[in-house]
């Protein structure tokens, strides 16, 4: 089936859909919505290929440690399991120090980003970034690898929440950047939804977790993803059916997928 939408972050691999995954699934497929499951650790990683196995087309998986995971980062797990055609993507990775986290966990959470940069690199897939409270760090980082190896360093800043200053550093790195449903109810984030080029945009649910306006409060899904797209295209007073088409393009493009 030809897609529409591309939920391009969401964790159908979390247990919060242990009771109706399959059901899940099936309303994003009958709306045409595609699906990547990102992982966090190594059993979401695993569990995330395991459900894009299953499905012949439409389901896809991004594989890797999110920075505030406690686990050792395991880079031998995560090659062999990246060698497998479902997988689209390394991450969700990057840095997180909202909890403030002491010298040391710091460290960690730069060597296991940095061992995913280049494993993604390795590879010649893009990364999904995860990044709160570090841009800055980890934009020094990124360029880093920027200038070593050019455009083989390629990726996506997932939920991005910083100033439209570091969109452009972002943008100027060659990555791009995706919305979730916090724009559908989170009134600061219009300058930037409206900043952003829209051939450098894509469109995420991060599921369980943001439910967009209608369904705020409620568990978040991929079928949910169209909300987003909507309201990008209002923020910016577009048409819908431009922006639809773009966006998904640009997934389209970014991970390399076959429609
Ligand atoms: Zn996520």
């Known amino acids: 089936m030809k897609p529409q939408f591309i939920d391009i972050h969401s964790h159908l691999n979390l247990s919060d859909y242990d009771a109706d995954r399959e059901e899940t699934l099936r309303r ?11 992982g966090v650790e190594k059993k979401e990683s695993q569990f995330a290929v395991e459900i894009a196995e299953k499905y012949s087309d439409g389901v896809y998986a991004i594989i890797g440690q999110h920075p505030t995971s406690e686990e050792d980062f395991d880079l031998d797990f995560y090659r062999k399991l990246a060698k497998n055609k479902k997988v689209v993507g390394i991450g969700e ?12 966990s710091r460290e960690k959470q730069i060597a296991a980003f940095r061992a995913q940069i280049e494993l993604a690199i390795e590879l010649d897939l ?3 970034i995860h990044c709160r ?16 190896y050019g455009d083989k360093l390629r990726g996506d800043f997932h939920f991005f929440a910083g100033d439209t200053g570091t969109a452009q550093k972002i943008l100027d790195l060659g990555f791009n950047i995706s919305f979730t449903g916090v724009i559908t109810f989170a009134r600061e984030y219009e300058k930037l939804v409206k900043y952003v080029p829209l051939d450098r945009m ?8 943001v439910a967009p306006v209608p369904y705020r409060g409620k568990r978040n899904e991929p079928l949910f993803v169209k909300e987003v797209v909507s309201k990008i295209a209002s923020v910016r007073g577009e048409d819908f059916e431009k922006v639809r088409a773009q966006l998904l393009q640009n997934a389209i493009k970014f991970f390399k997928l076959t429609v």
């Not at 994003?28 to 990102?38: E, S």
């Not at 409270?133 to 070593?148: C, D, G, P, Q, R």
């Open 28 to 38: 994003a497929q009958d709306a045409l919505v595609w699906v990547i499951n990102v």
């Open 93 to 104: 990775c990057g840095l997180d120090f909202f909890r403030k986290p002491d010298e040391k």
């Open 126 to 128: 893009p990364l999904m």
């Open 133 to 148: 409270e570090a841009y800055s760090e980890a934009l020094v980082i990124l360029n880093e690898y920027k200038k070593k």
């Open 202 to 209: 894509m469109s995420e649910t991060d599921c369980p977790f």
